[in-house]
């Protein structure tokens, strides 16, 4: 993975127009409050470094997937307002991303305040790439900054466009994303622990083959568990299990044998009638026909934990359970709690796993969490990410 990539210090800002494409895709409840506001709040750094340096921000992001239509729902307003409570600066909200309108405005915003664009999924061309609204976009700028580390493996207009029309650079939450995930891929301090879980195993297996050859230890909960367990002959009862992927799975439990990476499944289970919350549990170390594992057991949570203890870099990719049902959240708990009191340097990625350390409290104590659940997990499945790609085509300055 490379970060040759020109950085925000590198840029030219003093009096200049910044473009920068920040990821302000933050959920909201139904009347439309910000539930979350970690993406706002981490791009802070960045925004106020361009202002310090008297560079004018202009901010451009996607919210929700409105599939080119304007959506009432999905404006940028309630974003403003949060980021006008954070920044405790003018916050100049436009109704469109793009046209001379608002060129002008841009024109005119006054020294210190930030400028926000419309939601850029309003236009039919944004996911798809166009580089003329890429154009359009880079209009709006001297210089471009890439921010949006949740958005990165998009290919889209914003996030991958500008760079070929302006001179270019990271922002300072990308630039920590990818050093966070470089530490934990490229010579990371051993053993090298990762723990992967979640639903569908067929997301999984390009990370699990993407981390077979540097991880000392991978372990495995959650709903993908199930598969591998099969794969090794275990009878999981009415467990998930993805059959087609039976062989795949054999495949990877191979290749990390011979390359002496160990692999880690559950040997106890959290087990229920049906997939409900108010389903009674039970544990078990052999799982009943007709019953589903919805967690892992004590067992499973005691070697895990030791590993992780035992770990200098841990990297933490999907729940070990239905985490959302009190019954079966023991499992995701304990290895949250594992990571929090980890000595290593700590990685949680991953959009489920992020909230199951906040609903758990331990975030605070996690070295990196990251604000990219897509874009962290084709980072660890080794893949180049379209918005990081458009900087490297850049050239670097060199002091
Ligand atoms: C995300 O939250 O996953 C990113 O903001 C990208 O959004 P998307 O999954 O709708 O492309
Ligand atoms: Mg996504």
Same mark, same amino acid.
């Given at each position: 993975m490379r970060l040759d990539v020109p950085r925000l210090d590198d840029l030219a800002l003093d009096g200049k127009r910044v473009l920068v494409r920040v990821d302000f895709n933050v959920p909201q409840d139904e009347a439309g409050n910000i539930t979350d506001d970690t993406r706002i709040r981490a791009s802070l750094e960045t925004i106020e470094a361009i202002l310090q340096r008297q560079g004018k921000p202009v901010l451009m992001s996607h919210l929700g997937r409105p599939d080119g239509q304007v959506v009432e729902a999905l404006r940028l307003k309630p974003v403003a307002k949060r980021l006008e409570e954070l920044t405790k600066r003018k916050v100049i909200r436009l109704d469109e991303s793009i046209g001379p309108a608002v060129e002008k405005a841009v024109a005119s915003a006054p020294a210190g305040a930030i400028v926000l664009l419309e939601n850029v999924r309003f236009h039919k061309g944004e996911t798809k790439g166009d580089p003329k609204l890429a154009e359009a976009y880079a209009r709006l700028g001297d210089v471009f900054v890439n921010d949006a580390f949740g958005t990165s493996h998009r290919a889209e207009s914003s996030v991958s466009g500008p760079a070929a029309f302006l001179p270019a650079a990271a922002g300072r939450l990308l630039e920590r994303e990818v050093v966070a995930f470089r530490r934990v891929l490229e010579n !990371?301090?051993? !053993?090298l622990v990762a723990i992967l879980g979640g639903a569908k195993v067929s997301d999984k297996l390009p990370v699990v083959a993407n981390l077979i050859p540097v991880c000392d230890a991978i372990l495995i909960g959650g709903g993908m568990a199930y598969t591998f367990l099969k794969a090794q002959g275990e009878e999981v009862g009415a467990?998930?299990? *993805?059959?087609? *992927?039976l062989e795949a799975v054999k495949a990877s439990l191979a290749a990390a044998a011979k390359r002496g990476c160990r692999i880690l499944l559950p040997s106890d289970h959290v087990v229920a009638e049906r997939f409900a919350a108010d389903a009674p549990p039970s544990t078990v170390t052999q799982i009943p026909p007709g019953k589903l594992a919805l967690d892992i057991g004590p067992e499973t949570r005691g070697r895990y934990a030791a590993e992780i203890a035992k770990a200098r870099t841990v990297v933490w990719n999907g729940p070990m359970g239905v985490f959302e049902w009190e019954a079966f959240r023991a499992g995701t708990a304990a290895v949250a709690e594992a990571v929090a009191r980890a000595p290593g340097y700590t990685v949680v990625g991953g959009g489920d796993s992020v909230a199951a350390v906040e609903l758990l409290g331990v975030a605070e104590r996690v070295k990196h969490i990251s604000t990219g659940g897509g874009a962290s997990l084709e980072l660890l499945g080794g893949k180049a990410l379209p918005g990081i790609e458009a900087l490297l085509k850049k050239p670097v300055a060199r002091a």
């Open positions: !990371p301090a051993r !053993p467990s998930k299990l *993805q059959a087609d *992927q």
